[in-house]
């Protein structure tokens, strides 16, 4: 199983980045699917995530800005973020699990770093 993430890159603050990661070697659209970040000095953080039934959750710091989404058919969730801001440096991890993300036993795409200039 391989996770490739890309998307990231330098931004202005209040603009717009979309993050994609596209899984191989099996099928998932049966698996939870999200992203993490990690900004410098701090713990890997929960941003969003989303169900096989289209369930949503997103961080509380996100809400209205970021829209995590799908595509089964291409095994590749993606991260729209809009009106960024220089908190959301960080660099972005996606991850795949059966029935959580972030647990032992889950997928980890590379990371996507994201820088947001003030």
């Known amino acids: 199983v391989q996770l490739q993430a890309s998307g990231g890159g330098l931004v202005q603050a209040g603009g717009s980045l979309r993050l994609s990661c596209a899984a191989s070697?099996?099928?998932?659209?049966?698996?939870?699917m999200g992203w993490y970040r990690q900004a410098p000095g701090k713990q890997r953080e929960l941003v969003a995530s989303?169900?096989?039934?289209?369930?949503?959750y997103y961080e509380d710091t996100v809400k209205g800005r970021f829209t995590v989404s799908r595509d089964n058919a291409k095994n590749t969730v993606y991260l729209q973020m809009n009106s960024l801001k220089p908190e959301d440096t960080a660099v972005y991890y996606c991850?795949?699990?059966?029935?959580?993300?972030?647990?032992?036993?889950?997928?980890w795409g590379q990371g996507t770093l994201v820088t947001v200039s003030s």
């Open positions: 991850n795949i699990g059966l029935w959580r993300i972030g647990v032992p036993g889950s997928y």
């Open positions: 989303i169900s096989s039934g289209g369930t949503t």
């Open positions: 070697g099996r099928t998932f659209s049966t698996y939870v």
